[in-house]
């Protein structure tokens, strides 16, 4: 009767929010958005990603990683039941210091899946980490599945990179808390209510330097012709910019000269189709987090959101692990 009641509880506010929105606790965070964007960046075309998003200068042998292997594959849809396993994980590492996925208590993987999904329990795979306070160090560090030197492809330990390309999953469910992530991915069985929107995820990233803000997002449909594809600021709306792959199945950005100048901006991901306009968030405004300010979302349009301000902090140490089922 637990399981059943904690399952329900569980669809039941996944209900409530339209598509992008955050739940009542502020999840997905920002760098939950982020490493679930940058997750479809890599899917979409993996050698593009690598491209442009893991220099040579920090990733060494990174030329040998995200080859012909690994064929391109359409972008996860975000699942809040899965976000919940996954920060449940990351809280319980972090709280009671172990690294592992199995719960700190010694509870098996499996059982802790079952707690959140029920009876039905499809295909999943999981990925964790620990060392970084940004989505895309987090991301780049399951990728190259070292601190220093990537792994190349074909040989053994490549295991998060898999997990990260698998064309079986479709979903997926980051979290994040001090600087913990775990990603766990679910295939298509036991899925009832799947999104449909273009628009799988969308965010705002920085260089691994910090330098450079940069919004990302992504759309994914064969079926729709992209006439526009914009963000929507407080003040101003700019053109998207196919970063790579097809305008309607490609990775978009936009990167504002002055990125100090965006700190706490409010955005939202604009595009409008053959078939109509299609927004992410659903509704509200993702904000542009950054040092300076912790909120991530408001359920108000960027004309007329608000934002408060807090510090984060970076800690150095630098662990991965997975396991698919």
């Known amino acids: ?59 060494k042998n990174v030329g040998n990683i995200l080859l012909s292997g690994y064929k391109p594959t359409a972008p996860l849809y975000y699942n809040e039941t899965f976000n919940k396993l996954a920060l449940y994980h990351s809280d319980d590492m972090s709280k009671n ?119 990302i997002t992504t759309f994914y449909n064969s079926q729709l012709t992209v006439n526009s594809a914009e963000i929507e600021f407080s003040n101003s709306r700019e053109n998207l910019v196919l970063l790579y792959g097809t305008a309607n199945q490609g990775a978009y950005i936009y990167q504002p000269t002055n990125g100090t100048q965006f700190s706490c901006e409010p955005y939202r991901f604009v595009f409008s189709t053959n078939n109509g306009t299609f927004t992410y968030p659903d509704t509200g405004s993702l904000i542009t987090s950054n040092k300076d300010c912790t909120d991530t979302y408001t359920d108000h349009s960027p004309s007329s959101a608000t934002t408060t301000t807090v510090s984060v902090a970076l800690l150095c140490i630098m662990m991965i692990a997975t396991l698919f089922f």
């Not at 598509?19 to 920002?30: I, K, L, R, T, V």
């Not at 599945?145 to 079986?168: A, K, L």
């Not at 990233?205 to 940069?214: D, E, H, P, R, V």
Request: proline fraction near 3%.
């Open 97 to 215: 210091k172990c690294f592992s996925h199995d719960s700190c208590d010694k509870t098996k993987i499996g059982e802790r899946f079952a707690q959140f999904l029920g009876s039905c329990i499809p295909a999943w795979g999981e990925n964790i980490a620990v060392g970084y306070s940004s989505g895309i160090l987090q991301n780049n560090l399951l990728i190259c599945e070292d601190g220093t030197t990537c792994i190349s492809d074909g040989q053994s330990g490549v295991g998060h990179r898999n997990n990260i390309m698998s064309s079986s999953y479709v979903q997926v469910g980051v979290g994040f808390t001090n600087n913990y992530i775990t990603q766990d991915f679910r295939a298509s069985g036991c899925i009832s209510d799947a999104p449909t929107s273009p628009i799988h995820a969308g965010s705002h990233t920085y260089n691994i330097s910090g330098s450079q803000l940069t919004y």
């Open 1 to 59: 009767m637990k399981s059943v009641f904690l399952l329900f509880t569980l669809l039941f506010v996944a209900a409530v929010y339209g598509y992008g929105e955050a739940n009542s606790d502020g999840h997905p965070n920002w760098v939950e958005r982020e490493s679930h964007t940058l997750l479809n960046f890599v899917r979409i075309n993996p050698s593009a990603y690598r491209q442009n998003f893991m220099p040579a200068s920090r990733y």
